[in-house]
């Protein structure tokens, strides 16, 4: 990658404010240090971490002293120094960071937040609240009981602790819907593309890595109606348990349903909507119930589930679910299997092409129309690139040649559902070269709307700091922020 691409890289990190997890201790849904010990080092290497600078010379600074104002919004010395603790709790690595790059973070955030109310972009309470319950969900989760969670963050109940992640939250919620809005509408023509492309000097062009395209067919093999039934009737027991015994949704939840996703906070899901991603029967029968009201087992693709609905906030819904699914029987995996064999056999003797086969047998909805093609999860392109691929697919088509179709491979759900197979096949490689436009049109593409959401931001970043009142203390007036912070 060449220098002006790694600069581009840098300015999309400041863009997006990837870091606003340094804006609070308690802020997200990290790992919570055990044991006093590990909080001791974590302290000892922030200490370390301020004491540090390879440019300069700090002060020596009061630790609850003003640090700098932005409109509204008091910045302590003290908030930077927790800020390193939470990088650091998280296994962020510190080496590179600087008191003023953190200090000038913490001021972009709350030049966000301030402005976002001067234009009434407002997050409601109940989506504050809504935050703060799962994240607390989670903290309790993690560390084991509300006592230790308000032990660690030193608050004498819960109700204090809340209010600070509710202050805390909303602060972030609305600095992210500024910077949304910032950059939502902002497009990109493909003359613009080429005008940037051609502004970068061929020898300072970035190196793409060595890629591939691949694609596969799948076969998911169907559990009988008698295994559907016991997955219902087991629901429905489940259902008939707290209904009538006051059994506890939540502990049924942890004990029985296969989303890992929810499995250990209770089944719950916070702030559903009718845009959120889940799947339509999911959010037709979720969008049916009553409050305190648990719906009849329904199917989706991931199995059957039961909804407990905890809450109604206006358009979003608090929830609780369970999701099981059917045993599939091992006959019906060898089936599975053996029907695989045959595809790939009749494509190695020409009676089919591996796309026309995806089409015809595949299983899988997402592919089977494009020819079996996977999609890059982080891209949404087709290409993978070698060094960045999930290591479990890069090893399932890594000593694959040309033309060359995998044997059947099983593939379990993660989520502990049905397992499948599939045969794979590699159908286009790219060597590692530099940027070529038609070839690589989709990430100069990228490139050139990073800069232009830069520029953006850069051009409402200067606007705003005239606009608004800021005051940095005279102990971190030497600091070379990215912004002119500073006003003479």
Request: net charge negative.
């Amino acid at each position: 990658m060449s220098l002006r691409c790694t600069q581009m890289k840098s300015s999309a990190v400041l863009l997006f404010a990837v870091l606003f997890v340094i804006s609070t201790v308690v802020g997200q849904q990290s790992d919570v240090a055990e044991t006093e010990g590990e909080n001791e080092a974590i302290l000892q290497e922030a200490n370390a971490i301020v004491a540090r600078d390879t440019t300069r010379n700090f002060k020596k600074i009061k630790l609850d002293g003003i640090a700098a104002v932005v409109g509204d919004y008091v910045i302590l010395e003290s908030d930077i120094e927790k800020t390193l603790i939470d990088l650091k709790s998280q296994g962020v690595s510190t080496a590179d960071i600087t008191r003023c790059g953190l200090l000038g973070k913490l001021m972009e955030d709350r030049l966000y937040a301030h402005q976002a109310v001067q234009d009434s972009l407002l997050v409601s309470d109940d989506e504050v609240a809504a935050t703060t319950d799962r994240q607390i969900q989670g903290f309790v989760q993690q560390i084991g009981s509300m006592e230790k969670l308000l032990k660690f963050y030193k608050k004498e109940d819960e109700a204090s602790l809340r209010e600070d992640i509710n202050k805390i939250n909303k602060l972030r919620m609305l600095s992210e819907k500024m910077q949304s809005n910032i950059v939502e509408k902002i497009e990109i023509t493909p003359e613009e593309v080429r005008q940037f492309f051609n502004k970068i000097p061929e020898d300072e062009r970035p190196v793409f890595g060595a890629e591939m395209e691949i694609a596969q067919i799948v076969k998911q093999p169907k559990p009988t109606e008698e295994e559907k039934q016991k997955v219902i009737d087991k629901l429905n027991a489940i259902k008939a348990d707290v209904e009538d015994n006051d059994a506890s949704f939540s502990v049924k939840a942890i004990l029985y349903s296969k989303d890992p996703g929810s499995k250990s906070q209770g089944g719950f899901i916070g702030g559903v909507t009718k845009q959120s991603g889940y799947v339509k029967e999911f959010k037709d029968v979720a969008f049916s119930l009553k409050e305190g009201q648990i719906s009849e087992p329904f199917e989706t693709m991931f199995g059957y589930h039961i909804i407990f609905l905890e809450k109604i906030r206006g358009q979003e819904l608090d929830l609780r679910h369970i999701v099981m699914q059917p045993e599939v029987s091992s006959k019906a995996l060898e089936e599975a299997k053996a029907e695989l064999d045959t595809i790939r056999k009749h494509i190695m003797e020409g009676k089919y092409s591996f796309a026309d086969a995806a089409k015809a047998f595949s299983d899988e909805r997402e592919t089977k129309f494009d020819g079996g093609l996977l999609r890059n999860p982080t891209t949404f392109d087709s290409r993978f690139e070698l060094t960045k691929m999930d290591p479990t697919l890069y090893n399932q088509v890594r000593n694959l040649k040309d033309d060359e179709i995998s044997y059947p491979i099983l593939e379990e759900d993660p989520r502990g559902g049905v397992s499948k197979y599939k045969i794979l096949k590699v159908t286009n490689r790219y060597d590692e070269h530099v940027a070529d436009f038609a070839k690589d049109y989709l990430k100069i593409q990228q490139l050139a709307k990073t800069e232009k959401q830069y520029k953006a931001i850069k051009k409402w970043m200067d606007k705003h700091i005239d606009d608004t009142y800021i005051s940095v203390n005279e102990a971190n007036r030497d600091c070379d922020f990215a912004n002119n912070w500073i006003k003479d």
